[in-house]
């Protein structure tokens, strides 16, 4: 009788209990659902611009309207548009990413076949790492309105990214066909650079930039990276000169600043590079600046610096791919990018694991294989990173770094007269890329 009773009394704690936790998880959840994301305020001289001004109002403008009248999908939709750019503007993609994808599934949920939508709901998906997810949700897209230049130009990086380069030149193409403006250009630019073709790449991202607006982030951002095609090329005043030129369009611009701290870098005038790489870092949330600050000091032998700075990034990078467990606005992946920060702290072991992460998801995509492949050379297992180096090599790129790593692996497989062909290559032109990869290189160039 008395054991009867405590059984009734622990069914009816366990009933409590139960009902407490599902209480909570709806709670919680419903909290999820009805938050809104504010916009944040920019740091440094972003906030001080015309153009934040601009930003902001429209930002307050277009939340309360939600707030009003949560079935305004014109204005929800406007609001996702300005947090995938302001994404761009602050590098902060964790935060705008979650609050973009809430607010684009809103919208879904009440029209599943949003056209804009769905196209921003790729984008995100992009932004985040989710490279299949992304390109899928596209393809959703332009069944509904196949004459969109913004869809195809998503394809394109969609079938980039998975490694599928002949269906994305066929985007590429059809995308210019229906709109050629700096953003068709500017995917011109990075096919043609994927292929190995320096000179067309350099002559499509002058086209990209002249096609924008100047001062506006997109246009800084081609014109930044006609600024790597020429450090790549080994032309490094011009590289210079577009650096200067988006600073000036674009005051405090990071990623020029970033730029200008390479060819530092480059130059051995390392403390104008860490104060550079230091001034970039405040201005954009960004984990690369941190990893080129953190190589640098390894260069320098700081290397307590160096390691300091990189267990930073990969808890940073590991924390935002963890939220992802608990909200499925966030999930960002990040393996590649751990990858390399385990390899700066000679963690191995770590670096294979996320290196094998990335590549299941992703076997056909050159960088990925580069990644592998540069992991198990770095872990003396050269027979297993030549396969992967091989893949990488396929559209016959001429990146520097890929050349140098692609030339190290080779040598050490046993093929003397491959390594020296690639190093030649990587090397010819004195390219901006990573001293201590360059100056690895060169060595082993001068020694066949």
Same mark, same amino acid.
């Given at each position: 009788?008395?054991?009867?009773?405590?059984?009734?009394?622990?069914?009816?704690?366990?009933?409590?209990?139960?009902?407490?936790?599902?209480?909570?998880?709806?709670?919680?959840?419903?909290?999820?659902?009805?938050?809104?994301?504010?916009?944040?305020?920019?740091?440094?001289?972003?906030?001080?611009?015309?153009?934040?001004?601009?930003?902001?109002?429209?930002?307050?403008?277009?939340?309360?309207?939600?707030?009003?009248?949560?079935?305004?999908?014109?204005?929800?939709?406007?609001?996702?548009?300005?947090?995938?750019?302001?994404?761009?503007?602050?590098?902060?993609?964790?935060?705008?990413?979650?609050?973009?994808?809430?607010?684009?599934?809103?919208?879904?949920?009440?029209?599943?076949?949003?056209?804009?939508?769905?196209?921003?709901?790729?984008?995100?998906?992009?932004?985040?790492?989710?490279?299949?997810?992304?390109?899928?949700?596209?393809?959703?897209?332009?069944?509904?309105?196949?004459?969109?230049?913004?869809?195809?130009?998503?394809?394109?990086?969609?079938?980039?990214?998975?490694?599928?380069?002949?269906?994305?030149?066929?985007?590429?193409?059809?995308?210019?066909?229906?709109?050629?403006?700096?953003?068709?250009?500017?995917?011109?630019?990075?096919?043609?650079?994927?292929?190995?073709?320096?000179?067309?790449?350099?002559?499509?991202?002058?086209?990209?930039?002249?096609?924008?607006?100047?001062?506006?982030?997109?246009?800084?951002?081609?014109?930044?990276?006609?600024?790597?095609?020429?450090?790549?090329?080994?032309?490094?005043?011009?590289?210079?000169?577009?650096?200067?030129?988006?600073?000036?369009?674009?005051?405090?611009?990071? +990623? %020029?600043?970033?730029? #200008? /701290?390479?060819?530092?870098?480059?130059? =051995? $005038? @390392?403390? *104008? !590079?860490?104060?550079?790489?230091?001034?970039?870092?405040?201005?954009?949330?960004?984990?690369?600046?941190?990893?080129?600050?953190?190589?640098?000091?390894?260069?320098?032998?700081?290397?307590?610096?160096?390691?300091?700075?990189?267990?930073?990034?990969?808890?940073?990078?590991?924390?935002?791919?963890?939220?992802?467990?608990?909200?499925?606005?966030?999930?960002? +992946? %990040?393996?590649?990018? #751990? /990858?390399?920060?385990?390899?700066?702290? =000679? $963690? @191995?072991? *770590? !670096?294979?694991?996320?290196?094998?992460?990335?590549?299941?998801?992703?076997?056909?995509?050159?960088?990925?294989?580069?990644?592998?492949?540069?992991?198990?050379?770095?872990?003396?297992?050269?027979?297993?990173?030549?396969?992967?180096?091989?893949?990488?090599?396929?559209?016959?790129?001429?990146?520097?770094?890929?050349?140098?790593?692609?030339?190290?692996?080779?040598?050490?497989?046993?093929?003397?007269?491959?390594?020296?062909?690639?190093?030649?290559?990587?090397? *010819?032109?004195?390219?901006?890329?990573?001293?201590?990869?360059?100056?690895?290189?060169?060595?082993?160039?001068?020694?066949?």
């Amino acid at each position: 009788m008395k054991k009867s009773r405590v059984y009734l009394l622990l069914i009816g704690i366990f009933i409590i209990m139960a009902s407490f936790i599902v209480l909570k998880y709806n709670t919680d959840k419903k909290k999820k659902t009805d938050s809104y994301y504010v916009l944040l305020d920019r740091k440094g001289a972003a906030s001080q611009t015309e153009e934040w001004k601009i930003i902001s109002k429209r930002g307050f403008e277009l939340l309360k309207a939600i707030r009003i009248n949560p079935e305004d999908i014109k204005s929800t939709l406007a609001l996702v548009s300005l947090y995938i750019q302001e994404a761009r503007v602050t590098g902060n993609y964790l935060y705008y990413d979650k609050a973009a994808m809430k607010y684009v599934n809103d919208v879904l949920k009440k029209d599943p076949a949003n056209f804009e939508a769905l196209t921003f709901k790729s984008v995100i998906y992009l932004s985040q790492h989710h490279f299949a997810d992304g390109f899928a949700t596209a393809e959703k897209a332009k069944a509904i309105n196949p004459y969109n230049a913004f869809v195809y130009g998503i394809l394109v990086d969609g079938s980039v990214e998975m490694g599928n380069y002949d269906s994305a030149v066929v985007y590429a193409d059809k995308m210019v066909s229906v709109r050629p403006d700096i953003r068709s250009y500017a995917r011109i630019s990075y096919l043609r650079e994927i292929y190995g073709d320096y000179p067309g790449a350099i002559t499509a991202m002058k086209m990209a930039v002249e096609a924008g607006l100047p001062g506006d982030e997109t246009t800084e951002w081609s014109r930044v990276h006609l600024g790597k095609l020429y450090e790549y090329s080994g032309d490094t005043l011009t590289a210079i000169m577009q650096y200067s030129i988006a600073l000036n369009e674009r005051p405090g611009y990071a +990623y %020029a600043v970033a730029g #200008l /701290a390479r060819i530092a870098s480059a130059e =051995k $005038n @390392y403390t *104008k !590079a860490i104060a550079l790489y230091q001034q970039a870092d405040l201005l954009v949330m960004d984990n690369s600046f941190k990893e080129e600050l953190a190589d640098i000091y390894y260069l320098t032998g700081e290397n307590d610096k160096g390691d300091k700075i990189v267990k930073e990034v990969i808890a940073s990078l590991s924390e935002g791919a963890a939220s992802a467990n608990t909200d499925e606005n966030v999930g960002h +992946y %990040a393996d590649q990018e #751990l /990858a390399y920060a385990y390899l700066k702290i =000679k $963690n @191995y072991d *770590k !670096a294979l694991y996320h290196a094998l992460q990335e590549y299941n998801r992703r076997p056909d995509n050159i960088d990925v294989n580069e990644t592998l492949a540069w992991v198990y050379y770095n872990k003396g297992d050269y027979k297993k990173a030549l396969p992967y180096i091989k893949v990488s090599l396929k559209t016959g790129s001429k990146n520097p770094r890929l050349l140098c790593h692609a030339g190290l692996i080779y040598n050490m497989a046993g093929d003397k007269i491959m390594a020296k062909s690639l190093l030649e290559e990587a090397l *010819k032109n004195n390219p901006g890329i990573s001293e201590m990869l360059k100056s690895d290189a060169e060595k082993v160039l001068n020694s066949l």
